[in-house]
């Protein structure tokens, strides 16, 4: 039974900062690639940030320099930093495990809602 759960999302005021944490059950999460995605009102889904097994991590444009991913696989627990928040990085935050080579082996959180206003 695989389950993985955000957390940490909330109200801000833009400028601040806020943390998300997605923690697994059910796989050994440090063989699974993670990521970040959030999707807003009317718009499709988008990666916000990954991080492979290896530790190699990709950021979306948007969020460069203001997001940080992490992982902590004793703790079977993926991260997002958000600092420097702004009104458009409202959204809702999704985790996401995928494995690298079996496509089956792919899963999702509920979502974690963040709001950025002032």
């Known amino acids: 039974q695989v389950q993985l759960v955000e957390s940490g999302g909330g109200l801000v005021q833009p400028g601040g900062s806020l943390r998300l944490s997605c923690a697994t059950s059910?796989?050994?999460?440090?063989?699974?690639?993670m990521g970040w995605y959030r999707q807003a009102p009317g718009k499709q889904r988008e990666l916000v940030a990954a991080i492979t097994t290896g530790g190699s991590t990709n950021y979306a444009d948007s969020v460069k320099g203001r997001f940080t991913i992490s992982r902590d696989n004793a703790k079977n627990t993926a991260y997002l930093q958000m600092n420097t928040l702004k009104p458009e990085d409202t959204a809702v935050y999704y985790c996401?495990?995928?494995?690298?080579?079996?496509?089956?082996?792919?899963?999702w959180g509920q979502g974690t809602q963040v709001t950025v206003s002032s």
């Open positions: 059910g796989i050994i999460s440090s063989i699974y690639n």
């Open positions: 996401n495990a995928n494995h690298p080579f079996l496509p089956r082996h792919d899963y």
